[in-house]
C-alpha cells in the first residue's frame, strides 16, 4: 500500500502505481500521476473532452457523502470524467410454497421494490444536483448487487476508470474490520488505484 507525500492523514491510496523513475508524481495541480493516472490518455464522449475517468462509490450513508466532498475539494481536474456508482444490495423477498396453497406476495414484493426505487432515484438527483451546479462531467450507474464491492469493481472495468474513490466507516485505522467489507474488498481486489477515505477528514 502506498500513500501520496502530502495527503491527508488516514487517506488510504491501494494498488497505487509508481510514476516514472519510481515513486508516485503528482502533475502541476497536484493530483497524483503515473500508470494509472495517465493524463495523456485524452477521451471523448457525449460528455465531451476528458482525460481521467474517477468512480465514486455512494449510497445514503454520510462516509460514502464525506468520500465525494474529499474528491472534489482534494483531487478533482477539470478534465475528469466522474461515474458515481450505486449499488444497492438486493432487498431480501419474503419467500412462499406452492405446496402452502398460499398465493405469491406480489404487492409486498412490489411495495419493497418500489420502496429501492425511490431510495434510489432520490439518493441520484441530490447528487445529481450538485454535479449539475458544479459543472461537472458525470454519469450515474445504479445496479443492485449480491457483493457491493464486486458490483464497483466491473462497473469500474466497464467505465474503462482510472481510480476508485471509497468512503470508510473508519477513522484512519489500517484494520479492514474498521473499514467494513466494501473497502475491504476493494483494497484487496480493485482493478485500479483505490482511496479509502475515512468519515472524518
Given at each position: 500500500?502506498?500513500?501520496?507525500?502530502?495527503?491527508?492523514?488516514?487517506?488510504?491510496?491501494?494498488?497505487?502505481?509508481?510514476?516514472?523513475?519510481?515513486?508516485?508524481?503528482?502533475?502541476?495541480?497536484?493530483?497524483?500521476?503515473?500508470?494509472?493516472?495517465?493524463?495523456?490518455?485524452?477521451?471523448?464522449?457525449?460528455?465531451?473532452?476528458?482525460?481521467?475517468?474517477?468512480?465514486?462509490?455512494?449510497?445514503?450513508?454520510?462516509?460514502?457523502?464525506?468520500?465525494?466532498?474529499?474528491?472534489?475539494?482534494?483531487?478533482?481536474?477539470?478534465?475528469?470524467?466522474?461515474?458515481?456508482?450505486?449499488?444497492?444490495?438486493?432487498?431480501?423477498?419474503?419467500?412462499?410454497?406452492?405446496?402452502?396453497?398460499?398465493?405469491?406476495?406480489?404487492?409486498?414484493?412490489?411495495?419493497?421494490?418500489?420502496?429501492?426505487?425511490?431510495?434510489?432515484?432520490?439518493?441520484?438527483?441530490?447528487?445529481?444536483?450538485?454535479?449539475?451546479?458544479?459543472?461537472?462531467?458525470f454519469k450515474v450507474r445504479c445496479e443492485p448487487m449480491k457483493n457491493?464491492?464486486?458490483?464497483?469493481?466491473?462497473?469500474?472495468?466497464?467505465?474503462?476508470?482510472?481510480?476508485?474513490?471509497?468512503?470508510?466507516?473508519?477513522?484512519?485505522?489500517?484494520?479492514?474490520?474498521?473499514?467494513?467489507?466494501?473497502?475491504?474488498?476493494?483494497?484487496?481486489?480493485?482493478?485500479?488505484?483505490?482511496?479509502?477515505?475515512?468519515?472524518?477528514?
Amino acid at each position: 500500500m502506498a500513500q501520496l507525500g502530502s495527503s491527508p492523514p488516514g487517506v488510504k491510496f491501494v494498488n497505487l502505481p509508481e510514476a516514472e523513475g519510481g515513486g508516485v508524481g503528482r502533475d502541476r495541480s497536484g493530483s497524483a500521476t503515473g500508470a494509472g493516472f495517465n493524463a495523456a490518455r485524452r477521451r471523448t464522449s457525449s460528455f465531451g473532452s476528458y482525460t481521467r475517468v474517477v468512480v465514486v462509490a455512494v449510497d445514503g450513508s454520510e462516509h460514502a457523502r464525506n468520500a465525494f466532498d474529499w474528491y472534489l475539494s482534494n483531487i478533482w481536474r477539470a478534465d475528469d470524467l466522474l461515474i458515481l456508482v450505486h449499488c444497492p444490495e438486493a432487498p431480501k423477498l419474503p419467500t412462499f410454497s406452492f405446496k402452502s396453497g398460499i398465493s405469491p406476495p406480489v404487492e409486498e414484493w412490489k411495495k419493497i421494490l418500489d420502496d429501492m426505487n425511490v431510495k434510489a432515484r432520490k439518493l441520484e438527483e441530490d447528487y445529481e444536483g450538485t454535479c449539475t451546479q458544479k459543472k461537472l462531467k458525470f454519469k450515474v450507474r445504479c445496479e443492485p448487487m449480491k457483493n457491493i464491492g464486486e458490483g464497483i469493481c466491473r462497473i469500474c472495468e466497464e467505465e474503462m476508470g482510472d481510480m476508485i474513490i471509497c468512503g470508510s466507516k473508519g477513522t484512519g485505522g489500517t484494520k479492514f474490520a474498521l473499514k467494513g467489507p466494501v473497502c475491504e474488498y476493494l483494497m484487496r481486489n480493485a482493478p485500479v488505484p483505490a482511496v479509502i477515505v475515512p468519515l472524518r477528514m
